[in-house]
């Protein structure tokens, strides 16, 4: 969480550093940010960024593996139970269970059923676990936890050091 004040506060200098004016870092740094934020693969999940962003934007973003630090060492083994207005309700065709009917989708997806016994009103939950609410967001191995921070780290080292040298 440190290294995300220092990586927006070193972006902003970095700016106001380069900018000619006040007025121009003023509008140029929160459109920048918004950019950034926009394109890490969190407020637009990854397979859903435009191809022209996602095969350059994505990877140079800082926001991007500040979120897979952050993020991926919380959620990863967190066992998800849903609560009953989170569940998918379904009914299963005549005289077969939940199980019997769910079972190859589950087991190519993600997520449980909380009744397979039942032979009416399926509750599916999308999520088993942590790791397939962060497979959208390409968050796909927790080995990756400690690569992103150190990227972070990176980025805000840069930034400063951008800083110094603009000045």
């Given amino acids: 969480m ?4 220092f990586l927006y506060t070193g972006i902003g200098q970095f700016i106001a550093a380069y900018a000619p004016n006040a007025v121009f870092a003023a509008l140029v740094n929160p459109l920048l940010i918004s950019v950034l934020v926009s394109f890490c693969g969190v407020l637009v999940p990854y397979a859903q960024i435009t191809a022209f962003w996602r095969y350059w934007l994505y990877y140079i973003n ?3 593996y500040l979120i897979g630090g952050l993020v991926t060492p919380v959620l990863w083994d967190v066992q998800v139970q849903c609560t009953q207005e989170e569940y998918g309700i379904l009914d299963p065709p005549a005289g ?18 909380n009744n397979p016994d039942a032979t009416a009103a399926c509750e599916y939950c999308p999520y088993s676990v942590g ?11 927790r080995v990756y936890t400690w690569r992103d921070i150190c990227l972070t780290l990176l980025f ?5 050091a951008l800083v110094f040298l603009l000045l």
């Fill in 156 to 160: 805000v080292l840069s930034s400063y």
């Fill in 2 to 5: 440190t290294l995300y004040e």
């Fill in 131 to 141: 790791r397939e609410f962060l497979q959208p967001y390409n968050l796909t191995r």
């Fill in 96 to 113: 077969s269970t939940c199980q019997a009917y769910l079972s190859d989708f589950v087991s190519q997806g993600t997520g449980y059923i």
């Fill in 62 to 64: 800082p926001f991007n």
